[in-house]
């Protein structure tokens, strides 16, 4: 029997997985309303955590901290605020690590954030300004003893010149107090394992956990990742080809391909994974429930 092939059947054999998952904070009262019932619906998942990210230049920084203290105050779910450098100095910056303190947060994902103009134009660290992430890394672990999840790129950052220069930079985070890195999302578990290579060879521990996206919408997640440099490959296209008018089938679809993504990335050993929810929880919890996860098991588990 072919124990790596189990779409749908994680057995004996495979190691056991465990999810965490990424919310936006929302912007209206629809969308708020659609967050909180994804929240509800995939909290009796036990996530190891949920994060809530931090729109470009700050401009979501009052509610990303609204929704992160709304899950600490209605829900049993560890949150974890994303935070960037863009746009302020480390006094400001400081100030919004304090706060997240003070509420009784204790994670954060610390990034440099894209440049005010957006991905793929220079990047200028504000003046007076953390630099990157490993700076911002270093400056929270001054602050509170928090834990701080950074962000890996199994293609590479766009940034970044070279391989070797893109795993400098995760290894300074590592150096500076990170203990966990969350990749980009990606569809090639080869190119994944590959990474992971280079970042074991050259000396980084962290655990690095993929991030995983459901193709809600194919057309908008193309749109993405030629914005950050996934690569998207042709027989992705394939699966959803003639689906843009049947979003019945698309979500089914969708569900099928990024568990057969995780079950093949755990059968390479992989425990550990991060769904982008994109404030949905259809697709996810259908992910979850064909990975294994379950509300009653989570809760056995945890008792
Ligand atoms: P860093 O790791 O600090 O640096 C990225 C690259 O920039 C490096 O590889 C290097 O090439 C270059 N670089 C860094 N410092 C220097 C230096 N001093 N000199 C020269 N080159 C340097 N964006 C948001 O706005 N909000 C979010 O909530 C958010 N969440 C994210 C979550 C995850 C898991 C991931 C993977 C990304 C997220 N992003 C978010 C996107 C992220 O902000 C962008 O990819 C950004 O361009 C890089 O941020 P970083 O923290 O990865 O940068």
Known sequence: MNETNTLGRPSAGHPKISASFEFFPPKNQAMEETLWASVKRLEPLKPRFVSVTYGAGGSTRERTHR???????ETSLKPA???????????????????????????????????PAGAGTA?????????????????????????????????????SAD????IDNLK?????????????????ND?????????????????????????????????????????VPDWLERRFEGLDDDAETRRLVAAAV??????DLNARGITDFHFYTMNRSELVYALCHLLGIRADEAVEAAA
Not at 81 to 99: M, Y
Not at 172 to 188: M, W
Not at 258 to 263: D, G, H, N, R, S
Request: aromatic share 10%.
């Open 172 to 188: 300074r985070k590592e150096d500076a107090g990170a203990t966990r890195a969350i990749t980009q999302f990606f569809f090639e």
């Open 258 to 263: 990024a568990a057969e993504q995780v079950l």
């Open 123 to 159: 990047y200028e660290p504000h003046p007076g300004g953390y630099a990157n992430g490993a700076e911002l890394t270093a400056g929270i672990r001054e602050i509170g003893d928090f834990e701080v999840s950074v962000s890996a790129y199994p293609e590479r950052h766009p940034d």
């Open 191 to 231: 190119m994944f394992e590959e990474y992971l290579n280079r970042v074991r060879n050259a000396g980084v521990t962290l655990p690095i956990v993929p991030g995983i996206v459901p193709v809600h919408n194919f057309k908008q997640v193309a749109r993405f990742s030629a914005a950050c440099g996934t690569t």
């Open 67 to 73: 929704t992160v203290k709304r899950i600490i105050d």
């Open 163 to 166: 391989w070797d220069e893109d």
């Open 81 to 115: 605020a994303h935070l960037t450098c863009v746009g302020a100095t480390k006094d400001e910056v400081n100030e919004v690590i304090r706060d997240y303190w003070e509420a009784g947060i204790r994670h954060i994902v610390a990034l440099r954030g894209d440049p």
